[in-house]
């Protein structure tokens, strides 16, 4: 039987999807595992050690490392990811400025930014580091920490295509007074070595609302939403694609207080906000059209404390959001189908105090790897296939399995039975889907939503695998008396074969081997082979007074492999025809 199993890359362990959330009040991020229902599992070890006052947290878009910002420190913690969720720390690199907040990672995996909030009001800076992609080491570009012309930033954004980064906070040193809480967005302009450069008219104010808080844009790259947290509304901002220039659409009143962080699903229909003094999480339908925000009926969701970070698992179902209380938690929501939001059980301990903003981080879904194997091919009996395919960091959703014969399987799950009516060799394929939303907006090969990858490459991949029944072998043996030769009749009706002989007679307690014999077949050819005893004419003579007393039995084992490596074996019992 050939089994050649088909890989698309090599799957180890079980993948799983991670989430992290940093405890601000702290020194510690606490890792889990998800579970496609929202389900949080507290990773073996968690919560892990980070630097003081983590905020910002971000994955590279394969999913293999991590960042938190130390906002204590003025430095960034490195983590790799293991497919379990497992965080091994690499050492922290220096941001060069004060109080890092938000970070973010590029869609292509390239650079992490990250904004610093300098209370002092002294240096506020956006940091830009090259990332290694095999090590997840930080270096700074030429020339960061950048001066981005705003106080205290806080949110910070990029476009999917690298070209253009946003930074909210409030009026900087070119807009008196130095003070001044006034709204700002600063809009820079990304280099080829990551270097940072305001496009013309950055910072953009807004007079009529206080300092913006967190970020995020549209999956399609079209708009930007902007927390207004003392204002107690979300702006919208339409971006031109082409130069990075915002135009500010208005701003959209919530049902409680203080939204500070949003993030939009990854079809663009719907936007979810954080709510600090209104403890809760609020839902917006987005007008596509305008842009227009419209609270979901059934929300705000009350959380029963203050909330803070928050972001949604690529499959669109299931919101998470830190609680700002010591001791510290995470919320799971359920999304339904209208956007309505309803909670998945209590919430799940941080093990630290104060979970911070920007601090929910949830590790890209990757294309699957696709693998299976198949139990033997027998033509008229059933074969099993089995899949092994495994999604780092989310899981596998459908399985269409097609039997190369004609037949398929529509969403037939990890685990098809088929029947191959013959002995011809069939490609077996297989295409699994993985746990991102199939109406999720892609660019080029991600779901980039403003701040983060969601799905890293296409949401499907393919594997197949040849199957068939293997060498075909007829064979039948014979002898003249129960003590003499044996004879095997020997056909590989379909190929070339090689024959394998082996055997032994049994009888009284005693046990008498043939010799082994190997034997080259011709397609479709019938071949005639003796097998004589090992121990020769004594054997024989023994056999023979065997014979007379009692019945003998006689068993050859036929081992027939063709060009193509295919094996397969037959056990044989011998007709014994006395000799006249």
Not at 124 to 146: Q, W, Y
Not at 221 to 229: I, K, P, S, T
Not at 259 to 282: M, N
Not at 304 to 333: C, E, H, M, W, Y
């Amino acid at each position: 039987m050939a089994v050649a199993l088909w890989l698309l890359s090599a799957g180890t362990a079980a993948a799983t999807q991670t989430v992290v959330v940093t405890n601000g009040g702290g020194s510690s991020a606490a890792a889990y595992t998800a579970s496609p229902t929202g389900g949080l599992t507290p990773v073996a070890g968690s919560p892990f050690t980070t630097g003081q006052d983590p905020h910002g947290v971000a994955f590279t878009p394969d999913g293999r490392f991590a960042y938190v910002a130390n906002q204590g420190d003025d430095d960034i913690s490195r983590f790799s990811v293991a497919d379990d969720a497992q965080l091994t720390p690499l050492g922290t690199t220096p941001t060069g400025a004060n109080q890092p907040a938000g970070l973010t990672v590029s869609a292509d995996g390239s650079l992490l930014m990250a904004s610093n909030r300098d209370g002092t009001d002294t240096a506020p800076r956006v940091s830009v580091f090259n990332i290694d992609a095999a090590t997840g080491g930080l270096t700074a570009v030429t020339g960061s920490p950048f001066n981005v012309g705003i106080f205290d930033p806080r949110g910070i954004v990029m476009t999917a295509d690298r070209r253009f980064a946003y930074v909210s906070g409030r009026r900087g040193p070119t807009g008196p007074p130095a003070t001044n809480a006034q709204s700002a967005l600063a809009v820079l302009s990304i280099g080829a070595n990551g270097a940072l450069t305001p496009i013309v008219g950055s910072p953009f104010y807004n007079a009529a609302l206080l300092a913006g808080f967190g970020m995020s844009i549209s999956p399609d790259g079209g708009r930007l939403f902007m927390a207004q947290a003392n204002d107690q509304k979300i702006s919208v901002y339409n971006l031109n694609q082409s130069n990075g220039a915002p135009s500010f659409v208005a701003p959209f009143n919530s049902v409680n207080q203080s939204p500070i962080e949003v993030e939009p699903t990854t079809d663009g229909l719907r936007l979810y906000a954080s709510e600090v003094f209104g403890k809760s999480v609020e839902g917006f339908s987005i007008n596509q059209g305008t842009g227009a925000l419209t609270t979901i009926p059934g929300t705000p969701e009350d959380l029963g404390q203050q909330a803070q970070s928050l972001k949604i698992t690529p499959d669109g179902n299931t919101l998470f959001v830190s609680r700002l209380f010591d001791p510290g938690s995470v919320s799971s929501l359920s999304i339904a189908a209208n956007g309505d939001l309803s909670l998945n059980g209590a919430p799940t301990a941080t093990g630290g105090p104060f979970p911070s903003n920007f601090g929910v981080g949830i590790a890209p879904t990757q294309t699957p790897d696709v693998a299976f194997d198949h139990s033997a091919v027998t033509p008229g009996q059933p074969t099993t296939f089995t899949s092994t395919s495994t999604v780092r960091g989310g899981y596998a959703t459908r399985f269409d399995w097609d039997f190369g014969d004609g037949t398929t399987l529509a969403d037939g799950g990890p685990d098809a039975t088929h029947t191959f009516a013959d002995t011809k060799p069939y490609t077996v394929t297989l295409t699994v889907a993985n746990d991102c939303d199939p109406a999720a907006i892609y660019t080029g090969e991600v779901v980039w939503i403003g701040s983060r990858v969601v799905c890293n490459g296409p949401r499907t991949a393919t594997g197949s695998v040849t199957v068939d029944a293997g060498v075909v072998l007829k064979a039948k043996a014979k002898s003249k008396q129960p003590a003499g030769k044996v004879v095997v009749k020997l056909t590989c009706p379909e190929g070339d074969c090689t024959v394998e002989l082996s055997g032994k007679t049994k009888g009284k307690g005693k046990s008498f081997k043939l010799k082994r014999k190997s034997v080259d077949v011709p397609a479709a050819q019938k071949t005639k082979v003796k097998l004589k005893y090992a121990k020769g004419k004594k054997a024989v003579r023994k056999l023979k007074d065997l014979a007379a007393k009692g019945k003998l039995k006689t068993k050859v084992v036929a081992t027939a492999t063709d060009a193509a490596g295919n094996e397969t074996t037959q056990r044989l019992k011998v007709k014994v025809k006395p000799k006249k």
